[in-house]
């Protein structure tokens, strides 16, 4: 009897999970999205998000939330972002119904050349300490974003960071987590002072204090992008560079500027899908949907074998051009009309087999010549799509005197390969993977998203825009539906694919479909994390609402009013 009894409310069960399936349409959903009239935000930390929402609600625009939000996200997570690092941008101005595009990435000392790696025998620049510091972007891209768009003076802007640097926050757990494995970069001048108290890395539900990035971030506010690039800031960060082995001089700081740039598209299956051109990576997203549209990948589901080679496939494609192409344009002519054409992407699907995985594919022949992702909207439509990053976890461990913040380490990305197009040269920007995304339909805003964490950026992007527009999912169950991140394409920085590399896949996806990827060639490991950070928000025009979500994986939220 009690079989019996276990049986009918199995039975039962999957009856009740089945209609629930069928009724909300939801398979992945961690939580609903969530919905408002007047403004969202999502980012990667509550607090941040309480922040910017606070922005909105005092009178501020979408742009001045942003700003605020990235400030807060500094402090409460330095594991992925901070004032040492680098931004990008896409912008939707409700006023002129137009994408806007800026990248705030910086550039190599004037002071260091091709020749000292050679002349010291480094044949790979190293990931931590001096050598991969370049200038942070970062505030200049904070005030460009203000000048252009914002509303709510600077200091304003800036104060809900100052208030939580100098009167703490409790540190949340995956933050934790990713802090406590950052304790190698104790070694560093004035890293373990700020970061590590005592010797120690904060714990979950802890108090923690930045009253030198407090300072900092008031001194910002009142003086302005010059304290940072021409006066105090700048002084104390060469001064700390110069005493510490680093290259960074006033020249490189008093040069640097961001650049406003035209967005990047490809039309997916009535949807333009937008991304920034190189030094980033957001053209390999476009070149994978490119591939990807001429399959019915709709008819062959959500984590079939067949989509799920396709995909790979494709990014093996994309990668191999990013490897060759993706560089500082200021330095280089790179045809990216060509790569994100739709002719391009046939010529390159020619060399796909559908029924096997590819040990190394050739890059295309051209005519030549651990970050935070955030998203905010506002009553009057405008949108901001922003992510910023250290680079590798907490950046460098370089962390100039007393100014609260580490610097990043995206220099490591530079080629040490003359020839090479993302080749080490002074004043030039390296390779970047940090990519904002946006998309419009019929001229009118619709999604402003992201999804962080290095080469997985284009990967998640893709999935993204194929799980709603091919598979149907809402805001929230498409970053919730496992991921795919194939690693072991051929690297910006020279390294090539010669065995195929390796497909991480999460949890959710059937042994059927396992076994079948593994019948085709593809390697498989189950990594736990290497699947990215996701914030989105989508504009129902019908309705006149906003819909937000965030990663599950992370501290995330998403919050409207």
């Not at 104790?186 to 108090?207: C, D, Q, S, T, V």
């Not at 096997?356 to 799509?385: C, H």
């Not at 825009?465 to 690693?487: K, T, W, Y």
């Not at 979500?549 to 009013?561: L, N």
Request: aromatic fraction near 12%.
């Amino acid at each position: 009897m009690k079989k019996l009894n276990f049986l009918t409310f199995l039975f039962l069960t999957v009856i009740f999970v089945n209609a629930q399936d069928r009724i909300t349409g939801l398979n992945f959903a961690t939580r609903s999205e969530v919905i408002a009239q007047n403004g969202m935000a999502c980012t990667s930390q509550p607090l941040a998000t309480q922040a910017a929402l606070d922005i909105l609600k005092a009178g501020g625009n979408a742009i001045d939330a942003a700003i605020a939000a990235n400030a807060v996200l500094g402090l409460v997570e330095p594991t992925g972002n901070g004032i040492g690092g680098d931004l990008f941008a896409i912008v939707w101005d409700a006023k002129t119904k137009k994408l806007y595009g800026l990248n705030a990435s910086g550039r190599s000392p004037y002071n260091l050349t091709l020749d000292y790696f050679k002349e010291n025998g480094i044949d790979k620049i190293p990931s931590y300490g001096p050598l991969p510091v370049s200038v942070p972007g970062c505030v200049d891209g904070w005030f460009e974003l203000h000048e252009k768009f914002g509303k709510t003076p600077m200091n304003e802007v800036l104060q809900p960071a100052v208030n939580y640097a100098r009167n703490g926050f409790p540190l949340t757990e995956t933050i934790a987590y990713y802090w406590n494995r950052s304790s190698f970069l104790k070694r560093y001048p004035g890293f373990e002072e700020i970061f590590f108290p005592g010797g120690n890395a904060p714990k979950k539900g802890e108090i923690f204090k930045n009253p030198y990035l407090a300072s900092t971030l008031e001194l910002i506010g009142k003086e302005g992008r010059d304290v940072f690039y021409k006066g105090e800031i700048a002084e104390k960060i060469v001064a700390y560079m110069k005493e510490n082995g680093g290259f960074l001089s006033m020249k490189d700081f008093q040069d640097h500027s961001s650049e406003w740039v035209e967005p990047i598209s490809t039309n997916y299956r009535g949807y333009d899908v937008w991304e920034l051109p190189p030094n980033g990576q957001g053209t390999a997203v476009l070149q994978m949907l490119n591939i990807l549209e001429n399959y019915d990948i709709a008819s062959m589901g959500f984590g079939s074998p067949e989509y799920m080679h396709l995909f790979i496939e494709a990014k093996k494609l994309a990668f191999e051009d990013r490897a060759k192409y993706y560089s500082d344009m200021d330095f280089n002519d790179i045809h990216v009309k060509e790569l994100i054409s739709k002719e391009y992407a046939k010529e390159r699907i020619a060399l796909i087999n559908e029924k096997r995985a590819a040990r190394s594919y050739p890059a295309g022949e051209l005519e030549q010549g651990n970050t935070i992702y955030l998203t905010t909207a506002d009553k009057d439509g405008n949108m901001v799509s922003l992510i910023q990053s250290n680079y590798r976890g907490m950046g460098s461990g370089m962390t100039p005197g007393k100014l609260g913040f580490i610097l990043q380490d995206r220099g490591e990305l530079f080629a040490l390969e003359e020839g090479h197009m993302n080749v080490y040269e002074p004043h030039k920007r390296p390779f970047h993977t940090i990519i904002p995304a946006f998309i419009t339909k019929d001229g009118e805003p619709f999604i402003s998203f992201g999804l962080m964490g290095g080469a997985m950026q284009p990967q998640g992007h893709t999935q993204i825009v194929c799980n709603i527009i091919d598979f149907g999912m809402n805001l929230q169950e498409a970053g919730d539906a496992p991921r795919i991140n194939h690693s072991g394409s051929s690297q910006p920085t020279g390294e090539e694919m010669t065995d195929g590399g390796t497909v991480s896949l999460e949890s959710g996806f059937s042994y059927e479909t396992i076994r079948a990827l593994m019948s085709k060639g593809h390697k498989i490991s189950y990594a736990k994390g290497p699947y990215g950070g996701y914030q989105a928000i989508m504009w129902d025009g019908k309705n006149k609402v906003y819909f937000g979500a965030s990663e599950s994986r992370k501290d995330g939220q998403a919050a409207g009013y």
